[in-house]
């Protein structure tokens, strides 16, 4: 499983990113996929998960109502739309994919077996 991330940059606040995540090998057996983020000197944090099976989604309150998770299964591509963006946003993103994992642990690094290189987000003030 080979997860690569993309789409990052430099944008103002109140700005929109989407980020995507391209994928090769057994990642559309996947119980779930995912981003996370980690900015200098923090830990990495959940930001979104989508649970393969019914497509439900799952969010961090902190991104909650301007972010948004998708994927296209044509593309084999997973998807993270950046509405609204804050300062607080800036991190490296990394997305994810968890084979086992169950609902109550779509939130935990540790749940996911698999992570992209990550992408770069900067939102200036």
């Known amino acids: 499983v080979q997860l690569q991330a993309s789409g990052g940059g430099l944008v103002q606040t109140g700005g929109s990113l989407r980020l995507s995540c391209a994928t090769t090998?057994?990642?559309?057996?996947?119980?779930?996929m995912g981003w996370f983020r980690q900015a200098p000197g923090r830990e990495r944090e959940f930001v979104a998960a989508?649970?393969?099976?019914?497509?439900?989604?799952y969010y961090a309150d902190s991104v909650k109502g301007r972010f948004t998770i998708s994927r296209d299964n044509a593309k084999s591509t997973l998807y993270l739309q950046m509405n609204s963006l804050k300062p607080e946003d800036t991190a490296v993103y990394y997305c994810?994919?968890?084979?086992?994992?169950?609902?109550?642990?779509?939130?935990?690094?540790?749940?996911?077996?698999?992570w992209g290189q990550g992408t770069l987000v900067t939102v200036s003030s």
């Open positions: 994810t994919s968890a084979m086992h994992a169950i609902v109550s642990s779509f939130s935990t690094p540790g749940a996911y077996e698999y």
């Open positions: 090998g057994r990642t559309w057996s996947s119980r779930a």
């Open positions: 989508l649970k393969w099976s019914g497509g439900n989604t």
